[in-house]
Nanobody, 124 residues
Framework: QVQLVESGGGLVQAGGSLRLSCAASGRTFSSYFMGWFRQAPGKEREFVAGISWSGSSTYYADSVKGRFTISRDNAKKMVILQMNSLKPEDTAVYYC?????????????????WGQGTQVTVSS
């Protein structure tokens, strides 16, 4: 079992930065593929970024590529999403998710564990 808790959301002006953190509990965290998803009001949940269990491979949605960076620290059981050059369209609730299978997935239905989410609001 893995429990995930996100933090770091807030209100920021367009062009600004935020750093989201996901703290995990559980002995098997280091073996999980981890992802960040987001859901804006009235829209479906979408994949934002993912990182392999070792941290050697990362994956991004086209909409955030070059602006967001995902990283992990298995010793600290943390996953970080650094978000730069934020745009109003990045406004959403951001969720951290864990997948037991060690392969990339961009589909939320294929993840086993979810955090409660953290709100990110970007003003224009």
């Amino acid at each position: 079992q893995v429990q995930l808790v996100e933090s770091g959301g807030g209100l920021v002006q367009a062009g600004g930065s935020l750093r989201l953190s996901c703290a995990a509990s559980g002995r098997t965290f280091s073996s999980y593929f981890m992802g960040w998803f987001r859901q804006a009001p009235g829209k479906e949940r979408e994949f934002v970024a993912g990182i392999s269990w070792s941290g050697s491979s990362t994956y991004y949605a086209d909409s955030v590529k070059g602006r967001f960076t995902i990283s992990r620290d298995n010793a600290k059981k943390m996953v970080i999403l650094q978000m730069n050059s934020l745009k109003p369209e990045d406004t959403a609730v951001y969720y951290c998710a864990g997948r037991q299978l060690r392969v990339v997935s961009r589909h939320g239905s294929e993840y086993d564990y979810w955090g409660q989410g953290t709100q990110v609001t970007v003003s224009s």
